[in-house]
Nanobody, 121 residues
Framework: EDQVMESGGGSVQAGGSLTLSCVASGSAHSTSTYCMGWYSQAPGKGRERVAAINSHGSTMYGDSVKGRFTISKDKANGTLYLQMNSLKPEDTGMYYC?????????????WGQGTQVAVTS
């Protein structure tokens, strides 16, 4: 089965931290060797890319999370992580993991169902 599955969301106070995890299986797992990333969707807004990592380990971050979030991937098992520090209320939203062949066109990849992050002030 081609699947991407996120975990680790929850509710945290502003200034706190959360770590999201993502595992890909089936064709999504094969594709995930090229590029994986995280998108967020705040209530009433569109999805925007938060961070991505390619097969060479190069990382890309959205301007709003630079210096606060860290994306990483366990090479042994392919698990993707997003370490989120210094969380702000505006970070609240659904976070989606995506696995795709190209970081420049990651939206076309395999999407997970999302995990909810709520940051309270």
């Amino acid at each position: 089965e081609d699947q991407v599955m996120e975990s680790g969301g929850g509710s945290v106070q502003a200034g706190g931290s959360l770590t999201l995890s993502c595992v890909a299986s089936g064709s999504a797992h094969s594709t995930s060797t090229y590029c994986m990333g995280w998108y967020s969707q705040a209530p009433g807004k569109g999805r925007e890319r938060v961070a991505a990592i390619n097969s060479h380990g190069s990382t890309m971050y959205g301007d709003s999370v630079k210096g606060r979030f860290t994306i990483s991937k366990d090479k042994a098992n392919g698990t993707l992580y997003l370490q989120m520090n210094s969380l702000k209320p505006e970070d609240t939203g659904m976070y989606y993991c995506v696995a795709g062949p190209y970081c420049d066109d990651l939206r076309r990849g395999y999407w997970g169902q999302g995990t909810q992050v709520a940051v309270t002030s």
